[in-house]
């Protein structure tokens, strides 16, 4: 299943950061971050509740760059 | 700009009228340092406290980070040998001008981009008890009856029941063709209603109607990341954490073997210093937001000329283009059948087509369509007995004659002599009683444009043109000819225009595009089996805005040309992005460890350069005139 997010993110480095560190998350299969568009399209494992592994998403993104927001 | 934007700006404001204040006080030492770490503390706030979460959070290599370092480093060094308190404060307040700098452009060409890409219909008119009604598109389902005023955007593909217009497709194809529509006609979402009302029944949701297509496909285009980006993902990856190695060896190493091996003066201060000024330098973002901005820009002012490309990646390959194949049909010739010549022999030209269309009256054959198009006479003649042979043609009988109206084969059949023909298109030949009255050629039409765009490819790097086609050899020389193709390959059926593709593919360099160009119907394999896929003229066919990498909306080949010379200003602009930023780096690297370039120059290896790299990215955007 994909989905796509809307983002708030300030620099284009945060954003690349943000998606090494969405992929790493547990249920994520893939996920591209769009710094123009701003948005975070996320690929997830079959069976996983993607409102549940956002969050874990949105923390790990949280840690590297504290001001960062999705809208999911 | 944003509140964020704004409240940036006025800090930066506060934090200069406070330096020159209390640069300006007749305070010295001490309090002259208090002073001036109120507007240090005013513009560097956010970092520090960011810099802080860093450390909680174990990420030593945040931008914050470092510069929080670098400038509390330098205070500490400024204070304890009593040097240059403001030059901290300064690389916090040019750090801070470049950020907003940053997100200033970053907005400003996105939303501009975005304006450019601006065919997003909000809303729809249905007329209920005779009153018009706005709604939102996404919301009326298909088989709708929806109203289009004269000046409103068509929202949703359909069929027009009521009324007749005509429909500026602009905002589609990139230039204003007006087109005419009637009761009956298909009409497709994004174009500019223009003079009359209509009333059209919707064939498809929102969702699925081509105005839709175009605006998802154009956003998700950027997020097919091309070489360049993963190139700078990767460098950024490693630059960080290489500079602040290369910081701490610094400021530990030379020291230490001035100390140790030529017992002399260590100079811990100045070796600690110049590794700050590294840590200035430490930020790429001035390469991570160059790249995808550039790609971006340039996908979207090609999108605004009815060029439609699907992915950064593409956008970087079509600048490689060396080798073009077209397919003939529909790309290079109009693929509609004309009639470019009538000879008859003893008889007048009108009265061979008339002959030819009433023996001809029933058929459904698109040759027989073209000729029946092609006869002007007032009254059909009547024909009798007809009798049609597949593959062959058709007998009949018209005012007493028999009439025979066909290719080669049926008049070697019937045992008549033709003259010979050598030459492009399709021939019909007609005889009266047995007896050869004269031919009338059908080809397909090569548009005018199409000489003009294979001339245009040869100019920006394609050395290779090639054409395949299903036609005979005869129709295919021609037009190539006509055209100045390099190479033809005819009488291909489609599955060896894939082989042929496949064997053309082969046979290129390393590192060069090959790109197939095809009208999208019935070409679908090749398409994806070329490097680059391109389909024409395919506003409002679904199966060829699929199948392609690249979309051109209208069917003019010329187009082609334009988005090579698009993606090779992109691609010199990312590549002078990249040289220049890493280049300015990597000798203010080497100036800082010399001890030649100081904080100042630090930071405008950070900041300057970014500003340098968005500015010229911007540039992108603007293809007019190629």
């Known amino acids: ?72 | 700009m944003t509140k964020k934007q704004k409240s940036k700006l006025y800090r930066i404001i506060i934090c200069i009228i406070l330096m020159i204040v209390f640069m300006l006080l007749p305070v010295e030492g001490i309090v002259k340092f208090a002073l001036l770490l109120i507007p240090y503390l005013i513009i560097g706030y956010d970092i520090l406290i960011k810099a802080g979460k860093g450390i909680i959070n174990r990420q030593p290599f945040d931008e914050c980070f470092l510069m929080a370092l670098a400038t509390v480093g330098a205070l500490i060094i400024a204070v304890t040998t009593g040097g240059d308190y403001l030059e901290a404060i300064a690389v916090m307040l040019f750090y801070q001008i470049g950020e907003l700098f940053e997100s200033y452009a970053v907005g400003k060409s996105r939303r501009s981009i975005s304006e450019l890409m601006d065919i997003r219909p909000d809303y729809a008119n249905i007329e209920t008890d005779g009153k018009l009604e706005r709604v939102d598109p996404d919301e009326v389902e298909p088989g709708t009856v929806i109203v289009v005023q004269p000046g409103e955007k068509v929202p949703i593909d359909g069929i027009v029941t009521e009324g007749r217009s005509t429909l500026d497709t602009a905002a589609l194809t990139g230039e204003s063709l007006p087109r005419d529509v009637s009761e009956g006609d298909e009409v497709i979402s994004g174009c500019i209603n223009q003079s009359g009302l209509l009333k059209i029944r919707t064939t498809k949701e929102f969702g699925e109607s081509t105005v839709s297509k175009i605006l998802d496909l154009v956003e998700n285009a950027s997020s097919r990341k091309s070489r360049s980006e993963d190139f700078i993902t990767r460098f950024a990856r490693i630059y960080t954490p290489a500079v602040v190695f290369g910081a701490l060896a610094l400021a530990v190493f030379p020291p230490l073997i001035n100390m140790l091996i030529l017992s002399g003066d260590p100079a811990w201060i100045s070796w600690i210093y110049r590794a700050l000024t590294f840590l200035v330098i430490s930020c790429p973002c001035a390469l991570v937001i160059s790249i995808p901005l550039s790609f971006f820009a340039g996908i979207g002012g090609a999108s605004r000329d009815g060029i439609l490309i699907k992915g950064s990646n593409y956008l970087e390959m079509l600048s490689k283009t060396k080798t073009v194949v077209f397919d003939k049909t529909g790309t290079l010739t109009k693929g509609v059948f004309e009639v470019v010549s009538v000879e008859p022999q003893g008889i007048e030209k009108d009265e061979l087509i008339s002959i030819a269309a009433a023996a001809e009256q029933y058929s459904s054959h698109p040759i027989a369509m073209t000729i029946k198009k092609a006869d002007k006479s007032n009254v059909r003649k009547k024909a009798e007995n007809i009798e049609e042979l597949a593959g062959h043609g058709i007998n009949a009988v018209i005012d007493g004659s028999r009439i025979s109206v066909g290719n080669a084969k049926l008049m070697n059949m019937k045992g008549i002599k033709v003259p010979e023909y050598e030459g492009g298109g399709t021939v019909v030949y007609a005889a009266e009683n047995d007896k050869y009255i004269g031919r009338i050629i059908i080809s397909d039409v090569i548009k005018p444009t199409s000489a003009e765009a294979v001339k245009r490819l040869k100019t920006c790097g394609v050395t290779k043109t090639v054409m395949l086609t299903g036609d005979h050899s005869g129709a295919a020389k021609e037009t190539a000819e006509k055209l100045k193709i390099d190479e033809v390959y005819y009488e291909l059926l489609p599955s060896d225009k894939v082989e042929k593709t496949e064997e053309l593919l082969a046979a290129k360099g390393r590192g060069e595009t090959l790109v197939f160009v095809g009208d999208g119907i019935n070409d679908a394999p090749v398409l994806s089996r070329a490097d680059i896929g391109i389909a024409m003229g395919a506003m409002g066919s679904d199966a060829a805005i699929e199948a392609a990498d690249i979309v051109l909306m209208d069917d003019d080949p010329v187009k082609l040309a334009k988005a090579i010379r698009i993606s090779r200003k992109c691609l010199r602009i990312v590549k002078e992005n990249i040289r220049v930023s890493i280049g300015i780096k990597l000798i203010c690297l080497l100036l800082g460890a010399l001890g030649i370039a100081n904080m100042w120059i630090a930071i405008f290896a950070d900041v300057g350069v970014m500003v340098l790299a968005v500015l010229n990215s911007i540039r992108c955007l603007f293809i007019k005139k190629l």
């Open chain 1, 1 to 72: 299943m994909k989905k796509t997010y809307k983002i708030e993110v300030d620099c284009a480095n945060c954003a690349s950061k943000m998606e090494t560190a969405a992929k790493k998350t547990e249920g994520v299969k893939d996920a591209v971050v769009n710094y123009m568009t701003l948005k975070m399209k996320v690929e997830f494992e079959e069976g996983a509740d993607p409102q549940e592994v956002m969050g874990r998403v949105l923390n790990a993104c949280r840690k590297i760059e504290p001001d960062c927001e999705i809208f999911y």
